[in-house]
């Protein structure tokens, strides 16, 4: 996969986790990563562990900084050939003790974001006369979730229809929308997460890995990039309205496998 001469922006790429996997594939790759974060010194700050990186600030929740972002980027690398929009927010509550204000939080970054990003985007590469490329990062919660996930699996299911329909919509205009779910990606602040629902957060993960997925090793935010990349390039021309899961096989897995397995 080679990505010299891409411009390829990416939300909510900075620090760890999934987005960072993504920023290194994709740099790795030859891609010029436009690297979006709220703020502009988080953005900076991760820009310069990859080579060929553009930090760029916008709250992807805000109609007028998303417009601004694009503007800036016209200017600055010129046409945007890709789209990842993986900046997101979590929310560990069970749904009815939940208040409006975590609600509308959530709906407005996880999907009202993504959808807004995405439109802006399409504008331009309809504008251009240019082809275009969108993959949206959902989560394994669309398709299985746990106590006190309820509202965060009701947005990622909506980023999944989303990409359905904006799939069907825009595949005359030759753009791709695609989405990948990661599975449990480990970072020390997840830690803090768990502790919501277990009383022993290290050990929750250790058994995660080895009793709750088909494949037994912990999957990493580069995992998650090469399937990125891959929706990315012309390798996956003929996909598109397709979700991918990078779980190690969590989501197809109906019991866990201590439960079934006697070695």
């Not at 980023?159 to 449990?184: C, D, F, Q, S, W």
């Not at 803090?192 to 993960?205: E, G, S």
């Not at 890995?209 to 012309?234: I, K, R, T, Y």
């Amino acid at each position: 996969m080679n990505f010299k001469g891409k411009n390829i922006l990416v939300t909510g790429g900075g620090g760890a986790g999934v987005g960072a996997g993504i920023c290194k594939v994709l740099s790795e790759a030859g891609a010029t990563v436009i690297l979006n974060e709220k703020n502009i010194s988080k953005a900076e700050k991760a820009a310069a562990q990859y080579k060929n990186a553009v930090p760029v600030s916008a709250d992807v929740s805000v109609e007028s900084e998303i417009n601004r972002m694009f503007e800036e980027l016209t200017e600055a690398v010129g046409p945007i050939h890709g789209l990842v929009n993986n900046a997101g927010v979590g929310l560990s509550k069970v749904a009815h003790e939940a208040s409006i204000a975590d609600f509308d939080r959530l709906y407005h970054i996880d999907i009202k974001g993504v959808w807004m990003v995405s439109k802006v985007f399409v504008q331009k590469v309809l504008n251009d006369k240019a082809t275009g490329n969108i993959v949206n990062i959902s989560s394994v919660h669309a398709n299985a979730t746990m106590s006190r996930y309820a509202l965060y699996s009701s947005v990622k299911s909506a980023v999944e229809g989303l990409t359905t329909g904006m799939a069907v919509e825009l595949g005359k205009h030759n753009i791709r929308v695609n989405a990948v779910g990661p599975g449990y990606v480990h970072a020390e602040q997840n830690y803090d997460l768990i502790k919501t629902w277990a009383d022993d957060p290290v050990k929750w993960v250790e058994d995660y890995f080895s009793d709750h997925q088909a494949m037994n090793f912990e999957v990493l935010p580069e995992d998650c990039g090469n399937v990125v990349a891959f929706l990315l390039s012309d390798l996956s021309r003929a996909i598109t309205g397709q979700t991918i899961y990078a779980d190690a096989g969590s989501v197809c897995l109906l019991y866990n496998r201590s439960y079934t397995e006697t070695t």
